[in-house]
């Protein structure tokens, strides 16, 4: 389809919009993994006729390739990116590939880092909430979605406050994966075993949540410690999870303020 006439492209570019306009929850991606079959010029091209015929104000991006940087910084007719770390990759490379794209002043959708194998394909689990953690808004091809949506309902998470900080735990970027508004709030995956963070403020609970579980809720509030300013990393407080510490566990830390708001329930087709 590269090579289809650009007034063609245009002519079906209008026909998805017209057939697509009853539809709320849209967006558009103008191509899938788009330097295969276009030039980034056919790309902005087509980005700027897609905004120009775009009343609804949908977001529009296109798809990138395997772990690439994006090549539309400052064309304005892109809204987010829609990014793809790698379909074998592990979550220490998701992570910083999201990272990466940080400095775009445009969200950034995980759009793909790996092809769904099973219900428990807990690389795919390990990717989606490193992805999560590296600050992406949205996170696409991964297993353990349910339990995805009912840790961000019940947590409440203000994650559009929060920031990637690796720097809080020893193994940050490679085993354990950190967001946190320091202070405030923290959330740790952790893709084993016990974890150290390192927190500083009083007065913080902390959760712990099953990942691989779709019903799960967030544990019992039980007391954080805080550390001085000048405690090493490698001595700040331990967590270990209340089972099975072979498996990977999300650990939850707030001091409950500020929290998003809406409902505590996630959606019942989730």
């Not at 019940?154 to 406050?161: A, E, G, L, N, T």
Request: glycine share 8%; net charge negative.
């Amino acid at each position: 389809y590269g090579s289809l006439p650009e007034a063609d492209k245009n002519r079906l570019f209008r026909y998805l919009m017209a057939r697509t306009s009853a539809f709320s929850h849209m967006m558009y991606v103008i191509c899938m993994e788009w330097p295969e079959a276009w030039t980034k010029e056919q790309v902005s091209a087509a980005g700027m006729f897609l905004q120009a015929h775009n009343p609804w104000q949908r977001p529009v991006s296109v798809h990138l390739l395997n772990g690439k940087p994006w090549d539309f910084s400052g064309e304005n007719w892109a809204t987010f990116i829609a990014s793809q770390s790698g379909n074998k990759v592990g979550p220490d490379t998701v992570n910083q590939h999201i990272l990466s794209l940080r400095s775009e002043p445009i969200p950034n959708l995980a759009d793909e880092f790996g092809v769904l194998q099973s219900e428990s394909d807990a690389r795919l689990r390990a990717n989606m909430w490193a992805a999560f953690c590296g600050g992406a808004a949205g996170v696409g091809t991964g297993s353990d979605q349910k339990a995805f949506q009912r840790f961000l309902a019940q947590s409440r998470i203000p994650f559009q406050r929060m920031s990637p900080a690796n720097h809080l735990a020893p193994e940050g970027g490679a085993s354990r994966f950190c967001l946190a508004e320091d202070g405030h709030h923290y959330l740790v995956y952790s893709t084993s075993g016990a974890l150290k963070l390192k927190v500083t403020r009083r007065g913080l609970q902390g959760h712990w949540f099953n990942p691989r579980d779709p019903n799960a809720t967030l544990g019992a509030a039980f007391p954080v410690a805080a550390a001085r300013a000048d405690v090493a990393l490698k001595d700040a407080q331990t967590f270990t999870p209340p089972a099975d510490p072979s498996e990977d566990w999300v650990l939850w830390v707030s001091d409950g303020n500020n929290l998003n708001e809406g409902d505590n329930f996630p959606s019942p087709g989730a």
